[in-house]
C-alpha cells in the first residue's frame, strides 16, 4: 500500500480499537498486571503484618529470627508486543489474515496500555529479529507502533521463537509484560524449542510455576509472558474441495491432496489436534498464560475475560 493508504489504515485501526478499549475497559484490567515491585530496596526484621511471602528463609536461618526483603512498588511497566510477522501470518481464509488480526489485536493492547501510562515497545519477528522498537509513552510513538506493524515487509520467510525470546531477555533488562502473538506453525514438535526458553522468560507465579522452572533447570526469569496464539479455522480443517495442491508459505514446499476423501480429512483435523495439545502441554509446562484467538471471531470478550481471571488472581 502507498503512503496515503498506509495512514488512512493507521486512522481506521487506531479509531476501531479506541472505541474497542472504552466500550471494554481493557485498559482497565491491563493495570492488573502490576503486582509487587520488582527492585529491591531493603532487607529488616519481620514485623507483625509483614507478608509472609516476602521472608528471606536463607537469611532467617542464619541470624535465628525472620527477615523480610522490601521492594520498590512499580509505577510503571512496559509493555512488549512481539509479534510473529513470517510468511504464515499472512494466510487467511476469512475477511483478514493472521497478521491483520495481530495487528488489530496489538493496537487494543497499546492503547490499553497508553491509559494505563504504561510504556509500548514492539517487536516484529521471522527467524530474525525484522523490527524493535524500545518501550516508550505518548500518541505519536503509539502511533508508529501501529504504522510499522501493518508496513513492514519482512526480509525472510521463516519463524524462530527461542531467539526471539532470547532476544527479549537480553534486551528488555526492566520487568515487562510480552505478549507474544504467533501461529506456532513453525514445528509440529514445540516441547524441546519452546519449554526452556519460555521458561527463561517468564516470572514464575506461585510454587507450580517455581517447580516448574526448577526442574527445567531455568534462570533469569523475570517477564510476565502472555502467549497469544493466533489461528485460521482452515489450519484445522480441510474443505471438501476435490484435488487441492497447499503451499507449506515458509519453505515453499508443495503438497497435493484429494480434499474429497473423509479419511483425509479427518486424518489432517487429527494431526493438527495432536499438534495443538502437545503445544498446550508444553506451555502448560512452562507455567505461561496462554489464548488462543481465531480469525473468523472476536477477540474483544476474551480479550476482557482474560484481565478479569488476572484480576481475580490478583485478589486470590
Known amino acids: 500500500m502507498n ?22 475497559m481493557v485498559g482497565a484490567y491491563l493495570s492488573r498486571f502490576k503486582g509487587r515491585g520488582m527492585d529491591f530496596e531493603e532487607l529488616r526484621e519481620y514485623i507483625p503484618g509483614d507478608d509472609v511471602r516476602d521472608i528471606d528463609w536463607n537469611v532467617t536461618y542464619r541470624m535465628g529470627r525472620p527477615f523480610v526483603k522490601r521492594y520498590r512498588e512499580e509505577r510503571e511497566l512496559a509493555v512488549i508486543l512481539a509479534i510473529d510477522v513470517s510468511a504464515s501470518s499472512t494466510f487467511g481464509s476469512v475477511r483478514r489474515n493472521k497478521r491483520e488480526f ?33 518501550p516508550r509513552k505518548g500518541r505519536r510513538h503509539i502511533l508508529r507502533v501501529l504504522r510499522e506493524m501493518l508496513a513492514l515487509e519482512p526480509k525472510h520467510r521463516g519463524t524462530n521463537i527461542p531467539a526471539v525470546l532470547n532476544f527479549i531477555n537480553h534486551v ?45 533447570g531455568l534462570t533469569n526469569s523475570r517477564h510476565d509472558l502472555v502467549c497469544l496464539h493466533l489461528h485460521d479455522p482452515r489450519e484445522g480443517a480441510l474443505p471438501n474441495a476435490g484435488l487441492l495442491t497447499i503451499e ?15 479419511g483425509l480429512r479427518e486424518k489432517f483435523a487429527l494431526i493438527n489436534a495432536d499438534r495443538l495439545a502437545e503445544m498446550d502441554r508444553a506451555l502448560n509446562r512452562a507455567a505461561v498464560d496462554t489464548l488462543r484467538f481465531s480469525t473468523a471471531e472476536s477477540f474483544a470478550q476474551t480479550l476482557q475475560s482474560f484481565f478479569e481471571r488476572r484480576k481475580g488472581r490478583r485478589r486470590g
Open 3 to 24: 503512503l496515503s493508504e498506509l495512514l488512512a489504515t493507521v486512522r481506521r485501526v487506531e479509531v476501531r480499537t479506541n472505541r474497542l478499549v472504552n466500550d471494554t
Open 102 to 134: 495481530a495487528a488489530e489485536i496489538a493496537a487494543t493492547l497499546a492503547i490499553s496500555a497508553s491509559r494505563s501510562s504504561d510504556k509500548v515497545g514492539l517487536l516484529l519477528f521471522t527467524n530474525e529479529v525484522e523490527l524493535y522498537l524500545p
Open 172 to 216: 528488555i533488562k526492566r520487568r515487562s509484560i510480552v505478549f507474544l502473538m504467533t501461529d506456532f506453525l513453525h514445528s509440529m514438535n514445540v516441547r524441546e524449542p519452546l519449554a526452556r526458553p519460555l521458561g527463561a522468560l517468564t516470572s514464575p507465579v506461585g510454587v507450580r510455576g517455581r517447580d516448574v522452572i526448577q526442574e527445567l
Open 248 to 262: 507449506d508459505a515458509e519453505t515453499g514446499e508443495l503438497l497435493e491432496l484429494d480434499s474429497s476423501r473423509s
